[in-house]
Nanobody, 121 residues
Framework: QVQLVESGGASVEPGKSLGLSCAMSVDTLGTFCVGWFRQAPGKEREGVAAIDSDGSTNYTDSVKGRFSISVDNAKNTLYLQMNSLMPDDTAMYYC????????????????WGQGTQVTVS
């Protein structure tokens, strides 16, 4: 059974940094893509960053240069380092996984965590 558990969400001031973690309980990672998505109240869920099993990364334009995604395969843990946070980054952040190439579409991901709240104000 696949289980994803996010942690690290908090309330921070603009300009500060925050790191999110996603512990992934999976039998094997193999060929995969894991990503971070976020959803603000009244808005659709959007892809923030993704990384595949080859280490290739993708970022949405609004976070390029500020956010960094990484994965520790030995620990089965996904990370999102967020720097220079802005109020527009306020949202519930989710990690998700699919056993295929990365996609920006939330509907393409098979398993999701419960989310962790990030508030920037």
């Amino acid at each position: 059974q696949v289980q994803l558990v996010e942690s690290g969400g908090a309330s921070v001031e603009p300009g500060k940094s925050l790191g999110l973690s996603c512990a992934m309980s999976v039998d094997t990672l193999g060929t995969f893509c894991v990503g971070w998505f976020r959803q603000a109240p009244g808005k659709e869920r959007e892809g923030v960053a993704a990384i595949d099993s080859d280490g290739s990364t993708n970022y949405t334009d609004s976070v390029k240069g500020r956010f960094s995604i990484s994965v520790d395969n030995a620990k089965n843990t996904l990370y999102l380092q967020m720097n220079s946070l802005m109020p527009d980054d306020t949202a519930m952040y989710y990690c998700a996984i699919r056993w295929a190439s990365c996609s920006a579409a939330a509907a393409d991901y098979n398993y999701w965590g419960q989310g962790t709240q990030v508030t920037v104000s």
